[in-house]
Nanobody, 124 residues
Framework: QVQLVESGGGLVQAGGSLRLSCAAS????????MGWFRQAPGKEREFVAS????????YYADSVKGRFTISRDNARNTLYLQMNSLKPEDTAVYYC?????????????????WGQGTQVTVSS
């Protein structure tokens, strides 16, 4: 059974940084692409970033491009999201997800397993 467990969320001031982690188990991690999504109160879940199975290709939402970096350590079965220059509008629950393909995607429905989420709150 695939399990994804996020960690690293918290409260940070605007302009600060956080690093999220997602520990994966139950699937050969290195074979599949991974993604980060977020959901703010009253809003739909939205794409943040995606990374290919090898880590060689990444893809970002325009709203985070240049501020966030997605990466993965296939030896440790762990996905990361480094978030810099955080803004109050980045406040949301952040989810990691995996999909049964090696390439990146921004389509929520193409991901088949999800973590429970970690809260990120950015104060102004």
């Amino acid at each position: 059974q695939v399990q994804l467990v996020e960690s690293g969320g918290g409260l940070v001031q605007a302009g600060g940084s956080l690093r999220l982690s997602c520990a994966a188990s139950g699937r050969t991690f290195s074979r599949y692409a991974m993604g980060w999504f977020r959901q703010a109160p009253g809003k739909e879940r939205e794409f943040v970033a995606s990374i290919s199975s090898s880590g060689s290709t990444t893809y970002y939402a325009d709203s985070v491009k240049g501020r966030f970096t997605i990466s993965r350590d296939n030896a440790r079965n762990t996905l990361y999201l480094q978030m810099n220059s955080l803004k109050p509008e980045d406040t949301a629950v952040y989810y990691c997800a995996t999909r049964l393909y090696s390439g990146t995607s921004d389509q929520l429905r193409s991901y088949d397993y999800w973590g429970q989420g970690t809260q990120v709150t950015v104060s102004s």
